[in-house]
């Protein structure tokens, strides 16, 4: 044993930092200094929470609902969502199954350490959201991440899972929309893959927190194929409650109890005004203002789409969710994280590099996050042209 | 392998409900049929939060603060923590050591998580906070309880923490004022366990979430025997800010980098508007509030403390702190959770047993929180009276 007095634990090793921090500390530097950035790096919606849902937070302040909730979340809170399922997919969900965490991260976190003993393997797609490896590893767990590309929309397929199946798979995790991709997992996918958990004795674990903004088709959940799954949402994307750390999961019933008994112990309960906040998120005023908002985001999505590609960065599977494009830039260099750098410090564009997204050909791509307006993704395009022509 | 589908991971096997819920959910339903129930087993302030807190998070959800802080918090409130220690203690902290978390649970998080390798030993005091055992556990740690007695004022020592030493040892968690007894370590044995953590290479963690809530002597901090320790603490308890959800760390210097890292993964921030609010708690405005407040918590003390007494329960080491009496219950009873329940139904008095802190005794315990007003308690007194009359 390493006895050294102020070593860490060896899962420190496996746990990166967002290298895009990096970054956005040299863009805020230069920003001091007096310089303008424009960002297309930033993982969160650039709208502030809808007036309604303050108005619930303010309300619920001024009456002085500041004690715990239970552990599984409001009862009124978990009803919503539940009714949310039925009026926006026509399931029949029971409230009992819908556990409200502090943020998304809360629940992959209640839902790894629940499901996952040390050894046992979780499959991923990479690229992905970075910190789902890490709630694995946390626990002693083996994040396994599956090579994806174009042909498969950046998602997993049934194919690919099967191959790396192996007796100590445990966890098949989807995410769709995905970060940083944008995209979706075809339907008749999602249903073999979770065919292929039952078959397997595994479980599926869907990440559906880009859910609502949706730009193509319509909008859906892998609850409609079975209840034996996870389903992980938040309150932070479409319903654009970033700061107050809300998210909920729906757990098979067999579930409920370890998951809120791991709630009760290692959250107690998610936050209160946000909670009561949050009660107002399903209200039709939201509804209208949300819906306005994913607008704004497909215009965006519409505009900067063909403009990068226009550029000669290669984004050859359609996004057709969240707020991210993930595009190949390899055209321009194998090195996108430097690139990063030298567009940052000579035009003043913050984006984020493939490194913060896997090891699957990370020098060869970017994310571009559309999270601030037309007029910046236009000033931000602008000025990347004047700095490929000189790259 | 278990490859029985829906099974969980091993770590939830030792992971215990909090008994209370049961009796809590049983109160509940009591009440909701009309009867009277007096509360003496909640965990939390009956106070709301004191009212410039309020209008503090108010002013903030109305200028539309609800976007991501960094991952330690907001620069201002780190600053902030750090001047009150200054202004309390004297002492001189870098506000580069102040980790803002969600809740004290998320600071135990991320240290136990830090620090401690599976198989790895954490010492800690058996009565205790039951969810401590738990951070240990979640990580493959190994949670070693010490039993101890009102001899020690139910706080670890220096011999006992040395006899209890092994090479798998690597760090001992102290909780002072302590949940559930009261009391507080003698500064002395602290100084000899820190002493011992160094030479043996293990490190020291110091649970100060009850520090402001005093009734005997004045306040003290573990910071001021060393900078290579950990120090835990909440906006729950003296700030009453429990729904919230914001505690905070104050790490060794050395662990700042690695704890940052992993809150970023994790749980990316704390809550926003709980953030700025907690602003508003180090004003003289409201640490006025906050003292009238800590003398009604005194005052109920110095009622409830020779009331029990009186009636027969032996409460040996008196409690400085928190606001808890843990009470030997063996003149009445060695099934101390029976005895709750028959208390509860019979005379609507609802108590916490003792097997939700340990497996020191907890047939002959129970804890008394005075997180309710005189009145009440005193009503509770009379009815406990009652109750004994005919155990």
Redesign the interface.
Known sequence: ?D????K?????QD????HV?KLLAHARSLEAGGRSIIHMEVG?PDF??AAPI?RA??RA??A??????PACGLPALRAAIARYYSDQYGLSIDPGRVIVT??A?GAL?LVM??????G?VVLMADPGY??NR??VS???GKPVAIAVGPESGYQLNAERVEQAWT??TRVVLVSSPSNPTGTLIAPGELRQIHQLT?QR???LVVDEIYQGLLYEGSSSTALTLAD?LFVINSFSKYF??????LGWVIA?E??VE?V???A???????????QHAALAAFEPETLTILEQRRQAFRQRRDYLLPALRELGFEIPATPQGAFYLYANCAAFTDDSYGFCMDLLEQQGVAVTPGRDFGNNQPGQHLRFAYTTGITKLKEGVERLSRFLERY
Not at 8 to 12: H, K, L, Q, Y
Not at 15 to 18: A, K
Request: charge should be negative.
């Open positions: 044993m006895k050294t007095r102020f860490t634990a060896r899962r420190m746990i990166q930092p967002f921090m969160e502030e929470t303050i937070g303010v302040l001024e002085g609902l500041t004690h715990y909730t502090p943020g991260s976190q350490s629940v499901l996952i003993d040390p046992e970075p910190c890490n709630f946390l626990v002693g007796p100590e039952e004795n595994g479980l034996d654009g409650m970033t700061g107050w750390r098979p067999v579930y370890p809120d008994r791991l009760q112990n290692i959250f107690l309960a998610a936050s209160t005004p946000a």
